[in-house]
């Protein structure tokens, strides 16, 4: 039965990926198709509405809110400047005179004679959409955004906090299963993305703040050390938009696990070389994965048409697969079996399995959902 | 329930195969005619497959259904497609139904004038059509006008539901939340192109005004008012348009839907609503009160029916995967300790809880583990009951006809429907409950997290399929009914929990349980006994209780009940624990206490 199993996270020497850039609402595209992008260059672009203050005149002025239009000075579209009289009254004796002020700069919105109510708008915010990683435009969706070809070197992480950055890349420790340290951390990794091996801990994550480093990526960290950095609990995996000074990226998980060999190696030989990165992790309704992408030199990427979209037939006796529940979280092995009856397990549950054959030669019979493929090539 | 015109088929029904796209599996049954009556055959399941790189939900259905056709033999699929009609009796199938909550469901915003009544409305009609509510916005919610506006901008609802206002009374305050809804040009969560339906269904009064200002912005439909007069409720019109919304704007946009829509013989119902259908079904063919609850990976749905009036609500970050961190920052380490028999140390939990969140397909390998995943359900479910209970209330803010009589009676308006000693069945669905390896555990499950008082029988999906039957019993009813009495229901027993507390050891009740077959099994229930007596479940007994005089079942303190009660596969459970259940807070007792009741039950190997 090969449709039973975790499609797992891929770690690759090369690829071609495509990043649809989307704003959040209708803009403008500032490139075109063809076009060689940088990952900090800005492709389209979007004036974000400016907040709202709603008024309620008929209140102030204290009449009703069929008759606020007698009193306004401004109308519908104007301009007004903050402590500019946008309502008085003309009583006959003076000083009863009541004046409503704009308590904003910006622009009457609407005036509503139902219920006296005038909506003041601030001044729109212009955003700017990036490119994220140094590329090529394949496609312009008018108005919204394009999509960025690039041909790179990809690890896909399990869990990230914080958004999409960029910076070089440092490998801060000896091997895959050393732990990241305060002392691993020095002064000239400000701004860079540091690979560390299979654990951060709180010291070690205020002093990448410290110094300033882009990102961390780490096998594992406690869910403590995460609580800290983050203020409070995640109950929901839906992250990217964390405001902590740096992204974070798991490879593994949660605990002390080392990184996969895989990955620290191809991590080991871009050393130096810029990489953009995005803690951005979506679980539930629709996957979204933190990601590091480490672009070609133009000159290796060569001219290529289409994206390279990895065919996943199920999984196969000699493909190398991660453990992802207790008691063997984190092992890395190859796949020995595939019994098609189900097994059962010591929970009494009956359910499909596969032996796995570790580098020391021992076995494990694991439930078959319980184990991620490492994908890529 | 479902606005939609029944499918029409042109052949008979003999051969179904329906599927539901869960969060985190897309699972699939076979049903066939066998002799004169519908039988669920073969079922198969894969992971759901909304997600990169596959996006596109339909792929995850034809792997569940390759599972059946290869453990049936039935060959279904012809590429991506499936055959149907049969065209012999090993090949095709005669319709594909399906029900869905992946993609995070149907996610809408509510808006109303007052909180806790016209609010309160258009969140029991959005929860009744299946949704999940991620904000109720009201005129007097305590928030001020541009707060409002900027929470209308940063939500991205599927759909909003506008209330407010009996018909024919004043139309600003409905108004006013018209325009901040369209001050704050909503958008909504996929497909940025498109716009944002809203139903309005308040003041009809206010209808060309909220035309005027919000046509334009959004997607609008206008239907009933949701609350004509404050005293009566009529929520159908409402649930109707947010279902045909849900399938022609919503689904159209998640990945791979409209594929999955044009599969389909039927429509694709939202899974809730399935449930729904299901339970309200069981609770009026038996003149029942019951309680149902569907666990998933992310939400936990409880449906009620008190006194033939149908609740549900939907815990949106109550689950048992994607949602299973939240569930500990709810309810609190603690919490979930109190049923854990052995001792782990705090950090190897939450580390385990938050792998088990970012990996959500994994399932318990070894004992512990499902022991901590059950913990963590007893807490799931017992948060999402409190959630239901606040939210099944009757009416609030009507006047009430007092007599002499009420004087001394403080009951207010708006108090929860959820009486425990009227509960006659609770019923359990959802992954962790159905596929229990022992179906103990379930029961154990939901006695700890809902605490029946008095005698209350409980049940159980068998291997979940609620949810199609629900779709099922749309277009062929007579189907879903048999498949549902043979299949889907197992009774697990009946809950004799006397209310009441004393110390362990104290003798709690007497009772004597007279069997089918003249045995007589006489006994006394101490306090902190829990004791299982085996009642197969096509069997009834008599049994009468003699609780001691401080302790009630249902008739009073220390009054003696007579009642017949209906066993199941588990038996008849007398728990003589106390209520409400109270736990040692000594560590070592507690897990003593727990290690003695899951042992009397025998709910886990090692405890047998």
Known sequence: MPHSYTPGLTVTEQTTVRRRRMLSLPGSVLVTIGETVRADQAVARAELPGKVYPLNLANQLGVAPDEIHEYLIKKVGDPVRKDEILAENKPLIKWLKTEVRSPITGVVESVSSVTGQVLLREPPRLLELLGYVDGRIVEVIPQQGVVVEATCSLVQGIFGIGGETRGEIVIAVTSPDEALTPRHLTADMKGKVVVGGSFVSSDALARAKEVGVAGVVIGGIHDKDLRALLGYDIGVAITGTEQVGLTLILTEGFGSIPMADKTFTLFSAHAGQPASISGATQIRAGVIRPEIIIPKQADAAGDHGMATVPQREGIRIGDQVRIIRDPLFGKIGEVASLPADLQKIPTESDVRVMEVRFADGSRAVIPRTNIELIEGS | ?608
């Open chain 2, 1 to 608: 329930m479902a606005s939609q015109e029944p499918a029409q088929t042109a052949h008979p029904l003999n051969v179904i195969v329906a599927t539901d796209c869960g969060s985190t599996t897309t699972k699939a049954i076979l049903i066939e005619k066998v002799g004169d009556e519908y039988r669920q055959t073969y079922r198969g399941e894969a992971p759901t497959t909304v997600e990169a790189p596959f996006e596109d939900v339909t792929r995850g259905v034809l792997n569940a259904i390759a599972e059946i056709e290869e453990l049936s033999g039935r060959k279904i699929l012809d590429g991506d497609q499936i055959m149907t009609p049969c065209r012999d009796p090993k090949t095709g199938v005669d319709i594909y139904i399906s029900t869905s909550s992946a993609g995070g469901g149907l996610q809408m915003m509510v808006t109303g004038v007052v909180q806790n009544m016209t609010g309160e409305s258009a969140q029991r009609a959005a929860l009744g059509a299946g949704a999940i509510v991620i904000d109720v916005l009201a005129s007097n919610d305590g928030r001020l006008p541009h707060e409002k506006i900027e929470r209308i901008r940063t939500m991205r609802p599927d759909m909003i539901l506008m209330s407010g206002g009996t018909d024919g009374g004043a139309v600003s305050h409905v108004v006013e939340m018209a325009e901040y809804i369209a001050a704050a040009e909503p958008r909504p969560r996929f497909g940025a192109t498109y716009k944002l339906p809203l139903v309005y269904a308040g003041n009809t009064d206010a209808q060309p005004q909220v035309k005027k200002i919000l046509g334009e912005k959004t997607a609008l439909v206008l239907t009933e008012n949701i609350r004509p007069v404050l005293e009566r409720e009529n929520l159908a019109p409402a649930r109707n348009k947010i279902h045909d919304l849900f399938l022609e704007h919503v689904m159209q946009q998640a990945p791979g839907y409209k594929k999955l829509i044009e599969m389909a013989g039927a429509p694709i119902m939202p899974t809730p609503a399935a449930v729904g259908v299901i339970m309200e079904t069981i609770a009026k063919r038996e003149h029942l009160n019951l309680i149902g609850v569907d666990i998933g990976g992310a939400t936990t749905d409880v449906f009620s029916v008190f006194e033939g009036l149908f609740n549900r609500t939907v815990s949106a970050n109550l689950g048992m995967s994607y949602s299973i961190s939240n569930v500990l920052a709810e309810a609190g380490l603690a919490n979930i300790m109190r049923w854990v028999p052995f001792t782990i140390d705090e950090q190897t939990l939450r580390n385990r809880i938050k792998n088990k969140m970012i990996r959500p397909t994994t399932i318990p390998q070894t004992l512990d583990e499902l022991q901590i995943e059950h913990a963590i359900a007893r807490e799931a479910l017992r948060l999402a009951l409190i959630h239901h209970k606040s939210l099944a209330t009757a009416l609030k803010g009507i006047q009430q006809e007092r007599t002499i009589s009420d004087v001394f009676e403080q009951q207010q308006s708006g108090k929860t429907l959820i009486d425990m000693l009227k509960l006659d069945l609770i019923v359990g669905s959802g992954g962790i409950l159905s596929h229990a390896p022992r179906r103990v555990q379930s029961m154990l499950m939901m006695v700890d997290a809902y605490e029946p008082l008095g005698v209350t029988r409980l049940s159980v999906d068998s291997i979940f399929m609620m949810p199609h039957l629900g779709v099922l019993s749309t277009i062929d009813e007579k189907a879903a009914t048999d498949v549902f009495v043979r299949d889907c229901m197992v009774y697990l027993g009946t809950c004799i929990a006397p209310i009441g507390q004393g110390k362990d050891g104290d003798r709690c009740a007497d009772y004597v349980i007279t069997f089918a077959d003249e045995r007589v099994d006489k006994g006394t229930l101490a306090f902190g006994d829990l004791r299982l007596v085996p009642l197969a479940g096509d069997q009834k007994a008599s049994i009468v209780i003699q609780p001691v005089k401080q302790v009630n079942l249902g008739a009073g303190a220390g009054v003696s009940v007579t009642r017949e009660v209906q066993g199941g596969v588990v038996g008849l459970l007398l728990d003589g624990r106390g209520r409400p259940l109270q736990l040692p807070t000594d560590h070592n007792a507690r897990v003593a206490a727990l290690t003695k009741w899951y042992s009397a039950v025998g709910l886990y190997p090692t405890a047998s």
